[in-house]
């Protein structure tokens, strides 16, 4: 096993009951050491996503306790395990690293499998690596299912959140045009990457009609509300192309898609696009943008200011 020398008093988050925020609690960590297949990285950022506390609000196995929390992180190479390579080929200690789906990402270090762990290109900052592939493969997911191509004119839902942004350029990549509900507030982003904003409230559909005279293809809800549902049917006759990430109920009673990272074709999908958006990201073709990073030790505080709804940009915690 190759391996820096270790004088580190690692940690990590955990949550230890199912609920709110205060089963939140960091704790020291033994890192175990890597074996076949596997890499030990020493973070450097480790990404923050809405499903980090809603997977614990939503928990109810006792046998899944205590939770680690975190799937997505950036960092160096510690160790690496015997004839181990990552996936992108190759691999030495120091070396920098990005990685998704991984469990326990809010530690100063963990042991991964190697196949979930990728070269950070240069030209992406720690942060921003740490967050490019819960929403980047999600919003990847979203267009792929639904069929997005070159033409389309697409309905977006929340346009200005980080899988919004993210859906938007990827759309403009393959030609699309999209509308992106968002609050008044956020025009400006959806705007800077490449989509036509509309704001969302009472009187959506007639102000997407407006926006989109020539009809709308695809409907992609990434907000789950009712009123985006409702809109997203009345526009799009094919239900094979609108799809939730967000409202799985309305999407069982009214017959359109749904996806999910915990969904076997989902988790499929998005292993085999990750390389792919790390291509782009490395181009500077796909942009993270980020609000904010916290100290690993604050992670709680991060969580609050992250369930806010409106961070303005992806939050990073750094060890």
């Known amino acids: 096993m190759e391996c820096m020398a270790d004088t580190h008093e690692d940690r990590r988050w955990i949550a230890t009951a199912f609920g709110g925020l205060d089963v939140f609690e960091e704790v020291p960590a033994t890192v175990a050491p890597p074996g076949p297949g596997e890499v030990t990285i020493e973070v450097r950022a480790a990404g923050m996503n809405?499903?980090?506390?809603k997977h614990v609000a939503s928990g109810s196995n006792p046998?899944?306790?205590?939770?680690?929390?975190?799937?997505?992180?950036?960092g160096v190479i510690r160790a690496l395990g015997p004839d181990t390579e990552i996936a992108s080929g190759g691999g030495a200690v120091g070396d920098e690293v990005l990685a998704f789906r991984v469990a326990g990402g809010y530690a100063s270090a963990l042991t991964v499998p190697a196949k979930d762990v990728f070269a950070k290109p240069?030209?992406?900052?720690?942060?921003?690596a740490a967050n490019l592939l819960l929403a980047g493969s999600t919003a990847a997911e979203m267009l792929h299912v639904t069929g997005v191509k070159e033409g389309d004119t697409v309905l977006l839902h929340g346009a200005s959140g980080a899988v919004g942004v993210s859906v938007l350029q990827q759309a403009a990549l393959l030609g699309a045009t999209v509308i992106?509900?968002?609050?008044?507030?956020?025009?400006?982003?959806?705007?800077?990457?490449g989509g036509h904003p509309v704001a969302y409230g009472d009187g959506l559909e007639a102000r997407v009609r407006e926006a989109a005279p020539g009809g709308i293809d695809v409907a992609l809800d990434a907000v789950g509300t009712d009123e985006a549902v409702d809109v997203?049917?009345?526009?799009?006759?094919?239900?094979?192309?609108?799809?939730?990430?967000a409202a799985p109920g309305r999407a069982k009673a009214d017959g359109f898609l749904v996806i999910a990272g915990a969904m076997p074709a989902s988790a499929a999908f998005r292993d085999g696009v990750r390389a792919h958006l790390i291509g782009l990201a490395g181009d500077g073709r796909l942009v993270v943008p980020m609000a904010r990073t916290w100290p690993l030790d604050e992670a709680r505080e991060a969580l609050e200011f992250l369930q806010g709804q409106h961070p303005g940009g992806k939050l990073a915690l750094i060890p």
């Open 232 to 245: 997203s049917l009345a526009l799009v006759d094919d239900r094979q192309r609108i799809v939730t990430i």
């Open 180 to 193: 992106g509900t968002a609050g008044e507030s956020s025009f400006d982003v959806v705007r800077r990457f």
């Open 122 to 128: 240069a030209s992406l900052g720690f942060p921003e």
């Open 63 to 74: 046998a899944d306790l205590p939770v680690r929390v975190g799937y997505e992180v950036s």
């Open 50 to 53: 809405p499903a980090d506390y």
